[in-house]
């Protein structure tokens, strides 16, 4: 037959602790829709603070009902056992645990609020959301850590004070790192791009658009969808290149005529003036220029210069398209055509020498 003795002795521990999880279970179940009926509500009426406090503090609610259930549990088994020290151990762990959740929906909070509050990518300054972001959060992180190590009753003071002394063999040992936080820093404080954006590197031969900008680096997105780290310090001693922000997208291409065509090069000129000053996608406030530039070697060169009325890439190439389908059309219609490449080969024959028939039909004879 089972000794139920030890059974009987803690009987009550475990009535007790069973009605506190089954009380936290139920707490959790029912607490849950409540919740999501809030942030619904919350959308509903457009109140984005509102809706940001409750999503992020959502799953922390629940990890401190769990929380306050364990604590609960312990003391129950710390009264039972006449332990005395364990409800030390508890009460410090209940500290730093609410303050753990604290900080975890403080860190939701930081994160959430600029997606609700601008849906579309933080449309007025992402830069801005993003810097603001970052340093809420390091001092979040900071707050907390100190309010933890004071209640473990550690020795802030002395942490410090050896924090000074550690920093500045870490300060020589990690100038890499320092500089690239500096170099975040400026990018934020002078934006010369910005999330989103289409960037390139010449020095190092990058292009791409920006995803993110961390403290220690800056990731692109190539066009091959190959994902770039470039080190934050690089931004402050490179030259980049911010194609997105220029005004105008310039054409520049260069038209052969035929050598034969020199006479009608007057007429084909004014036509091309006419036909580039009158075209509705050039930007007319930059520059544009058809000359007569050069003799080359198979072709009277005639240079087109000028600037497509957009930034977007493909648009500018479908610009540059029309004005040389255009362009082409107006040579052919004076009676000019495009030059070829033209090699020209001379074949000169050797005259035989003297008497060398002679020797040969005697030879032969």
């Not at 799953?59 to 401190?64: E, G, K, N, T």
């Not at 609410?98 to 600029?114: S, T």
């Not at 993003?130 to 959060?137: F, Q, Y």
């Not at 989103?196 to 658009?209: A, D, K, Q, R, Y």
Request: aromatic content about 8%; overall charge neutral.
């Amino acid at each position: 037959m089972l000794d139920t003795k030890w059974l009987d002795s803690y009987r009550d521990l475990l009535t007790h602790a069973g009605i506190i999880a089954v009380v936290a279970a139920l707490l959790v179940v029912l607490i849950r829709p409540v919740w999501l009926r809030l942030i619904h509500r919350s959308t509903e009426r457009a109140a984005p603070l509102r809706e940001a406090i409750y999503r992020s503090a959502h799953s922390p609610v629940l990890a401190l009902i769990m929380l306050c259930a364990a604590y609960l549990i312990g003391r129950l088994i710390d009264a039972q056992l006449h332990a005395g020290m364990l409800s030390q151990v508890l009460d410090r762990s209940l500290r730093v645990g609410f303050l753990l959740v604290l900080a975890w929906a403080g860190w939701n909070l930081i994160e959430i609020y600029p997606l609700i509050r601008h849906p579309h990518g933080h449309d007025r300054n992402p830069m801005v959301y993003d810097l603001a972001g970052k340093v809420a959060r390091l001092g979040l992180v900071a707050i907390v850590g100190l309010m933890v190590l004071r209640t473990l009753h550690f020795p802030i003071d002395s942490l410090l004070t050896l924090g000074g002394v550690a920093g500045i063999a870490i300060g020589f040992a990690a100038q890499g790192l320092v500089s690239n936080l500096f170099g975040a820093v400026v990018i934020y404080l002078n934006q010369p791009f910005k999330i989103g954006e289409w960037i390139v590197l010449p020095s190092m031969n990058i292009s791409g658009t920006v995803e993110h900008i961390g403290w220690w680096s800056t990731r692109l997105r190539g066009f091959d969808t190959y994902p770039y780290y470039v080190p934050n310090h690089v931004f402050n001693t490179s030259v980049v290149e911010t194609p997105p922000r220029m005004h105008a997208r310039r054409i520049e291409q260069t038209l052969p005529v035929r050598y034969s065509d020199v006479e009608r090069l007057p007429a084909i000129l004014a036509e091309l003036r006419a036909y580039i000053n009158n075209h509705s996608r050039i930007d007319h406030t930059q520059s544009q220029m058809v000359y007569f530039t050069n003799y080359g070697t198979h072709s009277l060169d005639i240079l087109i210069y000028c600037f497509a009325a957009t930034v977007q890439w493909a648009e500018s190439l479908a610009i540059q398209e029309d004005v040389l389908l255009n362009a082409s059309r107006i040579i052919t219609r004076h009676g000019g055509q495009l030059a070829l490449p033209v090699t020209r080969v001379q074949m000169q024959m050797t005259q035989p020498e003297e008497g060398t028939d002679e020797r040969r039909v005697a030879t032969q004879a």
